[in-house]
């Protein structure tokens, strides 16, 4: 168990929808990091924050946005869903603004695996 | 650019096989770091290794051992004896200086272990 933890860890929808997939980093970690997971573009960086502001961005589309909350979990909203859209999105934190613990490690949740139809 | 490019897609091996998996880079920056992870069928990732770019000493740990080759910008990763439970994708990731906040992943290798 990393203690990350994403909620929902499946969600079905239709085109056209929007969703919003929610991450509680581990205690204590300022940074959270979004990633996609698709069988056409593999694991890809979408957006990185720390501590509440954006501290990178990826290959994030205009449709997804992401914010972080003051209690530092952070959601992903996904909106206009389309069926490429489908894949499993990946939170993952760590203490560091940079991303690295002294292990090196990013923490990842166990995913939202996200079906569009 | 970075890339990280792992050539082999599925390596089935039988049980107690040593297998190795292989993972080739490319990145600009002087200092890196390179990581692998581990998704068994359950789907999360499982953090393995990390290294930096000015550490080429082979490590082991345990059944695993991590071969860093800078000149042939390679990270492969061995794994002696094989069991079932190795059954996962693996993958291999770049992330550039420390504080850079991004790893780029290669596209994983399906390793199955057979009985």
């Known amino acids: 168990d990393s203690g990350v933890t994403q909620t929902p860890k499946h969600l079905i929808t239709a085109t056209g929808q929007r969703v919003t997939l929610r991450c509680s980093p581990r205690s204590g970690d300022l940074s959270v990091y979004w990633y996609q997971q698709s069988l056409d573009q593999g694991l890809q960086f979408l957006i990185q924050?720390?501590?509440?502001?954006?501290?990178a961005k990826g290959n994030i589309l205009e449709r997804f946005s992401a914010q972080q909350f003051p209690d530092l979990h952070s959601e992903l909203n996904l909106s206009s869903l389309e069926l490429g859209d489908s894949a499993l999105y990946f939170c993952?934190?760590?203490?560091?603004?940079?991303?690295?613990?002294?292990?090196?490690?990013?923490?990842f949740g166990e995913g939202s695996r996200l079906t569009v139809l | 650019a970075q890339k990280v490019t792992q050539a082999q897609t599925e390596i089935s091996v039988v049980e107690k096989e040593d297998v190795t998996l292989d993972c080739v880079y490319e990145?600009?920056?002087?200092?890196?770091?390179l990581f692998w992870y581990k998704q068994p069928p359950s789907g999360e990732l499982v953090f393995l290794i990390r290294r930096n770019s000015f550490d080429e000493q082979n490590e082991i740990s345990g059944r695993y051992s991590w071969n860093f080759q800078k000149s042939t910008s390679s990270f492969n990763f061995t794994i002696t004896a094989s069991q079932v439970v190795d059954s996962a994708v693996y993958f291999c990731a770049l992330s550039g200086l420390l504080g850079s906040n991004k790893l780029t992943f290669g596209t994983g290798t399906q390793l199955k272990v057979e009985l």
């Open positions: 990145t600009r920056d002087t200092t890196y770091y």
């Open positions: 993952a934190s760590s203490p560091l603004a940079g991303g690295h613990t002294n292990t090196g490690e990013l923490f």
């Open positions: 924050y720390y501590n509440g502001e954006e501290r």
